[in-house]
Nanobody
Framework: QVQLVESGGGLVQAGGSLRLSCAASGRTFSRYAMGWFRQAPGKEREFAAA????????SYADSVKGRFSISRDNGKNTVYLQMNSLKPEDTAVYYC????????????????WGQGTQVTVSS
């Protein structure tokens, strides 16, 4: 079992930055690929970024590429999402998730999910 708790969301003006954190419980955190997904009001949840268990591989949605950066610290059982140059369309609830695969963009391959943290970007 892996329990995930996100933090770091909030209200920011367009062009600003936020850093999300996701703290994981359990001793097997380093065995999981981690992903960030987001769900905007009235829309389906979508992939944002993912990182392999070692941190050597990452993947990003085209909509966030070049602005967001995912990283992890296996010693602290934490994954991060650095979000720069934020836009109003980045407004969403952001979820972190853990997958037993090497690296996945597919929600169905993620076994554990956090409760989400709200990010609101004002124009």
């Amino acid at each position: 079992q892996v329990q995930l708790v996100e933090s770091g969301g909030g209200l920011v003006q367009a062009g600003g930055s936020l850093r999300l954190s996701c703290a994981a419980s359990g001793r097997t955190f380093s065995r999981y690929a981690m992903g960030w997904f987001r769900q905007a009001p009235g829309k389906e949840r979508e992939f944002a970024a993912a990182i392999s268990w070692s941190g050597s591989s990452t993947s990003y949605a085209d909509s966030v590429k070049g602005r967001f950066s995912i990283s992890r610290d296996n010693g602290k059982n934490t994954v991060y999402l650095q979000m720069n140059s934020l836009k109003p369309e980045d407004t969403a609830v952001y979820y972190c998730a853990a997958s037993g695969t090497y690296l996945s963009l597919r929600q169905i391959e993620y076994n554990y999910w956090g409760q989400g943290t709200q990010v609101t970007v004002s124009s």
